[in-house]
């Protein structure tokens, strides 16, 4: 195949991809997608706050232990993040979720602080796993190992 014909190619799948795209924005009511994305990130703020703070716990590296060696499944560190996800949805104007979640967050009365729901949940988030990996490293370091 030449330079030619595969340039040409290229500018097809250019246009079709910048075709759909345009089409897709005109038509497409972005409004539906507002709910999506606050679920992402309700997903993600916490989660990186969980990580981040087993990061510096394990003092801003990973080993090659804390990969290969680690635990299939961290509980403190996993209901850190389900804290720091619930708290999220707790704090967001309007709740978000299922009906059954909403009526509960409804019933609960929002604090309506003001600040937004990803702050608080990546804090909450952050410090709760902070203490959960504090924890867990000093039991292993004082644990003898398996022989």
């Given at each position: 195949?030449?330079?030619?014909?595969?340039?040409?190619?290229?500018?097809?799948?250019?246009?079709?991809?910048?075709?759909?795209?345009?089409?897709?924005?005109?038509?497409?009511?972005?409004?539906?997608?507002?709910?999506?994305?606050?679920?992402?990130?309700?997903?993600?703020?916490?989660?990186?706050?969980?990580?981040?703070a087993?990061?510096?716990?394990?003092?801003?590296?990973?080993?090659?232990?804390?990969?290969?060696?680690?635990?299939?499944?961290?509980?403190?560190?996993?209901?850190?993040?389900?804290?720091g996800?619930?708290?999220?949805?707790?704090?967001?104007?309007?709740?978000?979720g299922?009906?059954?979640?909403?009526?509960?967050v409804?019933?609960?009365?929002?604090?309506?602080?003001?600040?937004?729901?990803?702050?608080?949940?990546f804090?909450?988030?952050?410090?709760?796993?902070?203490?959960?990996?504090?924890?867990?490293?000093?039991?292993?370091?004082v644990?003898?190992?398996?022989?």
């Amino acid at each position: 195949m030449t330079a030619r014909v595969a340039n040409r190619r290229i500018r097809l799948l250019i246009a079709l991809f910048a075709a759909t795209a345009t089409i897709g924005a005109l038509t497409i009511e972005l409004r539906t997608y507002e709910s999506f994305l606050l679920l992402l990130g309700s997903f993600f703020v916490p989660l990186f706050g969980v990580l981040l703070a087993d990061w510096l716990v394990a003092g801003m590296r990973y080993r090659q232990s804390d990969i290969f060696s680690a635990p299939a499944y961290r509980p403190a560190l996993i209901a850190s993040w389900l804290i720091g996800f619930a708290l999220y949805h707790w704090l967001h104007e309007p709740p978000l979720g299922p009906s059954w979640w909403v009526d509960i967050v409804e019933e609960t009365r929002q604090p309506g602080v003001g600040i937004g729901a990803s702050l608080p949940s990546f804090a909450a988030a952050f410090c709760l796993a902070t203490i959960a990996a504090s924890v867990t490293r000093r039991r292993s370091a004082v644990a003898p190992y398996p022989s």
